[in-house]
């Protein structure tokens, strides 16, 4: 089947049908900003040339020992994961619609929102989001729609993701909504609940808290939820879902909890392959169910009373009149959110639990290791999870690039989203280093750092 079904014949017959001259005609009360650029396109290229071009593309991912973080992380992933995701009955990227042909898939993704809902202590979760960046972006519209502070402000912190923030400032930049960055503490690396206070009786309707924020400091989310709550607005968590095997869940914070909690779910049990696909959880408290954007798969019974999956509480536009839509997020990530199910139900609670305290374990010792190095100290005093940030004796994206040249993915440089920190290395060590990983990344960096430049 061709990708555009139309012939020009096609085409020519619809325009003399409806009275029009040309495409042209048709679409020129679209702006011109608005309209896709002639896209540079390289020629068309046979079947084995695409499978050569894509195997020299993946040889291009980094290799050797990785330690870097800043949103997409190593972990080991159960080799019965994806033996079972890849069976053909679950592999598909996209919403099952037919149930009647489609229940193993809506089953796995009933329990997958009903694991999320139970990590994050909500009531009910959605079938995933395109990511975690998308996700934020949803729960904050989400957030905004049912807030009752009409008009007020999003206030979110400096210390969310980069690309995060940059999504959210898309996503809300024609929706009338007044987004606020909240600068961290560049002693702490976090939010510090007195820097809230110039807000006290402003009309916020929303307030974004990550856990842990980008730079894997844990902020102090009882104070800012219950400091929200008093003002009357939304607390929308955006957290890292493995870290919740340890950490409080969202619905749990200060004296209320959070009313949404959103994520990406890569951690559980999504490879890093050339930088995705990733998927984004979102999940909320009863009062905002229907509030939700994308999909829920719900339980029922047929006539005979026999157990059935089916999707619902679809407020999108393709099922309700557009001006009643909560989003036109048209997918979910279906694989991916199998993979993260199947992931889930192999290590259970308890194993979520171990992994992330080894996590932990491993960065505090990576952190020690790395200190003892003239020159390297850390960045912020805050606690922190599994990353922390480093500031190098000099400018760390060279450093970087020398360490992997050595075999070393030394960590994500802060520089390119903090100018004033060029020295600023954020670095992650997840269960799967050893001992042994650690202690060579400790040399090699101590010899780099003292090496001469070349």
Same mark, same amino acid.
């Given at each position: 089947?061709?990708?555009?079904?139309?012939?020009?014949?096609?085409?020519?017959?619809?325009?003399?049908?409806?009275?029009?001259?040309?495409?042209?005609?048709?679409?020129?009360?679209?702006?011109?900003?608005?309209?896709?650029? +002639?896209?540079?396109? $390289?020629?068309?290229?046979?079947?084995?040339?695409?499978?050569?071009?894509?195997?020299?593309?993946?040889? +291009?991912?980094?290799?050797?020992?990785?330690?870097?973080?800043?949103?997409?992380?190593?972990?080991?992933?159960?080799?019965?994961?994806?033996?079972?995701?890849?069976?053909?009955?679950?592999?598909?990227?996209?919403?099952?619609?037919?149930?009647?042909?489609?229940?193993?898939?809506?089953?796995?993704?009933?329990?997958?929102? +009903?694991?999320?809902?139970?990590?994050?202590?909500?009531?009910?979760?959605?079938?995933?989001?395109?990511?975690?960046?998308?996700?934020?972006?949803?729960?904050?519209?989400?957030?905004?729609?049912?807030?009752?502070?009409?008009?007020?402000?999003?206030?979110?912190?400096?210390?969310?993701?980069?690309?995060?923030?940059?999504?959210?400032?898309?996503?809300?930049?024609?929706?009338?909504?007044?987004?606020?960055?909240?600068?961290?503490? $560049?002693?702490?690396?976090?939010?510090?609940?007195?820097?809230?206070?110039?807000?006290?009786?402003?009309?916020?309707?929303?307030?974004?808290?990550?856990?842990?924020?980008?730079?894997?400091?844990?902020?102090?989310?009882? +104070?800012?939820?219950?400091?929200?709550?008093?003002?009357?607005?939304?607390?929308?968590?955006?957290?890292?879902?493995?870290?919740?095997?340890?950490?409080?869940?969202?619905?749990?914070?200060?004296?209320?909890?959070?009313?949404?909690?959103?994520?990406?779910?890569?951690?559980?049990?999504?490879?890093?392959?050339?930088?995705?696909?990733?998927?984004?959880?979102?999940?909320?408290?009863?009062?905002?169910?229907?509030?939700?954007?994308?999909?829920?798969?719900?339980?029922?019974?047929?006539?005979?009373?026999?157990?059935?999956?089916?999707?619902?509480?679809?407020?999108?536009?393709?099922?309700?009149?557009?001006?009643?839509?909560?989003?036109?997020?048209?997918?979910?990530?279906?694989?991916?959110?199998?993979?993260?199910?199947?992931?889930?139900?192999?290590?259970?609670?308890?194993?979520?639990?171990?992994?992330?305290?080894?996590?932990?374990?491993?960065?505090?010792?990576?952190?020690?290791?790395?200190?003892?190095?003239?020159?390297?100290?850390?960045?912020?005093?805050?606690?922190?999870?599994?990353?922390?940030?480093?500031?190098?004796?000099?400018?760390?994206?060279?450093?970087?690039?020398?360490?992997?040249?050595?075999?070393?993915?030394?960590?994500?440089?802060?520089?390119?989203?903090?100018?004033?920190?060029?020295?600023?290395?954020?670095?992650?060590?997840?269960?799967?280093?050893?001992?042994?990983?650690?202690?060579?990344?400790?040399?090699?960096?101590?010899?780099?750092?003292?090496?001469?430049?070349?």
């Amino acid at each position: 089947m061709p990708f555009i079904p139309h012939t020009p014949t096609d085409i020519d017959e619809m325009l003399q049908s409806i009275g029009v001259p040309d495409l042209e005609t048709l679409f020129e009360e679209i702006p011109d900003s608005l309209r896709c650029p +002639t896209l540079d396109l $390289p020629p068309a290229l046979g079947e084995m040339a695409v499978g050569r071009m894509m195997r020299e593309r993946a040889e +291009t991912d980094a290799n050797g020992l990785c330690f870097i973080g800043a949103g997409a992380y190593e972990h080991h992933i159960p080799a019965a994961v994806w033996e079972i995701a890849a069976r053909g009955e679950f592999l598909t990227a996209y919403t099952p619609y037919q149930a009647e042909a489609s229940q193993g898939t809506l089953r796995l993704l009933y329990e997958f929102q +009903t694991m999320m809902a139970g990590l994050t202590a909500m009531d009910a979760g959605n079938a995933s989001l395109y990511d975690g960046a998308s996700g934020l972006g949803e729960a904050v519209l989400m957030a905004a729609r049912a807030s009752g502070n009409a008009g007020g402000k999003i206030l979110m912190p400096a210390s969310v993701h980069p690309h995060y923030r940059a999504v959210v400032q898309t996503m809300t930049a024609d929706q009338d909504l007044e987004v606020v960055e909240i600068p961290f503490d $560049p002693l702490e690396g976090r939010i510090l609940p007195k820097a809230l206070n110039r807000f006290h009786g402003q009309k916020i309707a929303v307030l974004v808290i990550p856990q842990p924020n980008f730079f894997g400091i844990l902020e102090e989310v009882d +104070t800012l939820t219950d400091w929200a709550k008093a003002e009357g607005a939304t607390v929308v968590a955006s957290v890292n879902p493995l870290s919740l095997g340890l950490l409080k869940p969202p619905g749990h914070w200060g004296r209320q909890g959070a009313d949404i909690a959103c994520g990406d779910g890569q951690p559980l049990g999504i490879p890093l392959s050339s930088g995705g696909p990733y998927f984004g959880f979102l999940c909320c408290k009863q009062a905002l169910l229907r509030q939700m954007p994308g999909r829920i798969v719900g339980r029922t019974q047929d006539a005979q009373g026999r157990t059935g999956f089916i999707l619902t509480l679809q407020a999108r536009e393709q099922h309700i009149r557009r001006a009643k839509a909560t989003s036109n997020i048209c997918t979910n990530q279906g694989l991916m959110t199998v993979a993260a199910s199947i992931h889930l139900s192999l290590l259970g609670p308890e194993g979520l639990a171990k992994t992330a305290a080894l996590c932990h374990a491993r960065t505090r010792t990576l952190v020690e290791k790395l200190t003892e190095i003239p020159g390297v100290t850390r960045l912020f005093t805050g606690p922190y999870f599994h990353e922390t940030a480093l500031r190098l004796p000099k400018p760390a994206a060279p450093i970087l690039a020398r360490l992997a040249r050595l075999g070393i993915q030394g960590g994500y440089a802060l520089g390119d989203d903090h100018p004033f920190h060029d020295k600023g290395v954020l670095v992650c060590a997840t269960e799967t280093k050893t001992e042994a990983d650690l202690q060579f990344y400790a040399d090699t960096l101590a010899w780099v750092l003292n090496a001469k430049e070349g």
